[in-house]
């Protein structure tokens, strides 16, 4: 069944599998486990901007840019939405550090063999590539607005309580943020810390071209990183201090701009601001377990790092790859991919990686915050991946998923079995 407008519930509606949360996250494990054959509910707290002709998330305003990795971004190659992506996209090719204490730290896409580390795309027309594929995908119902209520687990399949009706689903997959209420209604912990930072993300057109170079100051105030985008424009995240982040955040375009150009110098070069930004709070949070019965938790309600290298949305495409995995193998055996033991395997997969990533993500973070004399070790550390390559390509290939055993979307396609592969 095909959905191309919001579905009211009015009896019970049966599913294999609910996907709960249409971000960038919830949208992408509903492509996959569609693709894959599973019977998917989507219920999604707003419209898209498929089907509300124009209104919506994908279509509103939204000062976020992500970076997407290389390994990744396979995902959306297989799921068939890589080559509309590609239109909205930069690519990036090369990490540079410059700061106090920073000397030229670099990497770049030779550890690929010359593919990009990974792609620049904003928001909006991520959200309204993926809604509209959604839209047309074969496999997914959409319920939507609607917002989950209650959960209850039982032996067979999980019930939602939903604003619209109840649905009834062998899994459900939160993927409904760091306030997520089903992992909250679960129990399951979520613990870390708040930083006494911000990130004010802004949006500029430059003077010249950055080439696919996305550049990241360090400062002892916080650091600015530069992000390609299309178009000779970037995306600027400027993370500082929570009381100077609001003061900046409350400025007019010309005098943050002053601002902007007075911390940075020369770094940037000549650039416009343009008027619309946003102000995003950092936080450190792990859940304790993915997975509770019938419930598995994907993105953001598993695990918020810090944006330093832009690992977010990238460790919660893992999820989903991950998850989808699960669900296959669980499903070709004859299993059921909402029990335990497939919902155990799960957790083993992907909570190490979120745990690690976390923890590297936090260390760089305390270092480029902490007194001179920390910030110096630490940047000689960051600059002598330049004079060991073994260490650079590490580095590089595990910032983009290449790293490890991988899942199945996001292995290369010459790797590739047949029964994986994007149809």
């Not at 989950?148 to 619209?164: F, H, K, N, Y």
């Not at 995306?235 to 201090?241: E, F, G, K, P, S």
């Not at 375009?253 to 995003?280: H, M, N, Q, W, Y």
Request: with cysteine.
């Amino acid at each position: 069944m095909v959905s191309r407008a919001p579905q009211a519930v009015s009896d019970p509606l049966t599913c294999e599998i609910a996907v709960v949360g249409g971000g960038p996250v919830g949208l992408t494990l509903a492509l996959a486990l569609a693709r894959d054959g599973a019977d998917v509910v989507l219920i999604d707290a707003e419209i898209g901007d498929a089907e509300a002709g124009g209104a919506g998330q994908g279509a509103r305003s939204d000062a976020r840019a992500y970076f997407i990795a290389h390994g990744c971004w396979r995902i959306w190659t297989r799921l068939g939405v890589g080559e509309p992506l590609l239109a909205h996209a930069q690519a990036v090719r090369s990490l540079t550090a410059d700061g106090e204490a920073v000397e030229g730290a670099a990497f770049d896409d030779l550890a690929l063999g010359g593919e990009p580390l990974g792609w620049m795309i904003e928001h909006a027309p991520l959200m309204s590539v993926l809604r509209a594929a959604v839209g047309a995908q074969t496999g997914i119902r959409s319920v939507a607005p609607a917002v989950v209520d209650a959960m209850q687990a039982a032996p067979g399949a999980a019930r939602l309580t939903t604003d619209r009706g109840e649905v009834r689903a062998g899994l459900v997959a939160a993927c409904d943020g760091g306030r997520s209420s089903l992992r909250e209604s679960a129990g399951i912990a979520f613990e870390g810390r708040d930083y006494p930072a911000l990130a004010l993300s802004l949006f500029a057109k430059l003077d010249r071209p950055m080439e696919g170079v996305a550049r990241q100051l360090f400062l002892p105030t916080g650091p600015i990183a530069v992000l390609p985008l299309p178009g000779d424009r970037a995306n600027i995240v400027w993370t500082m201090r929570t009381p100077a982040a609001h003061a900046l955040s409350a400025m007019s375009t010309g005098d943050l701009a002053a601002e902007l150009r007075s911390r940075a110098g020369d770094f940037i070069g000549g650039f416009k601001l343009e008027p619309r930004r946003g102000v995003f709070p950092l936080k450190l949070r792990l859940a304790g377990r993915y997975h509770a019965p019938r419930l598995a938790l994907v993105g953001d309600s598993a695990h918020l790092v810090h944006p330093l290298a832009g690992q977010g949305l990238n460790l919660g495409l893992k999820d989903a790859a991950a998850l989808a995995d699960v669900v296959r193998a669980a499903t070709r055996r004859g299993l059921d991919p909402g029990s335990e033991t497939a919902l155990e395997g799960y957790t083993r997969a992907r909570r190490a990686d979120g745990v690690a990533v976390a923890a590297a993500m936090d260390a760089f973070a305390r270092v480029f915050t902490a007194p001179s004399l920390v910030r110096a070790l630490g940047g000689l550390a960051l600059g002598a991946t330049r004079w060991t390559p073994g260490l650079m390509d590490w580095f590089v290939r595990e910032a983009g998923g290449a790293a490890g055993d991988a899942p199945a979307l996001m292995r290369p396609i010459e790797a590739d079995a047949p029964d994986v592969a994007a149809s």
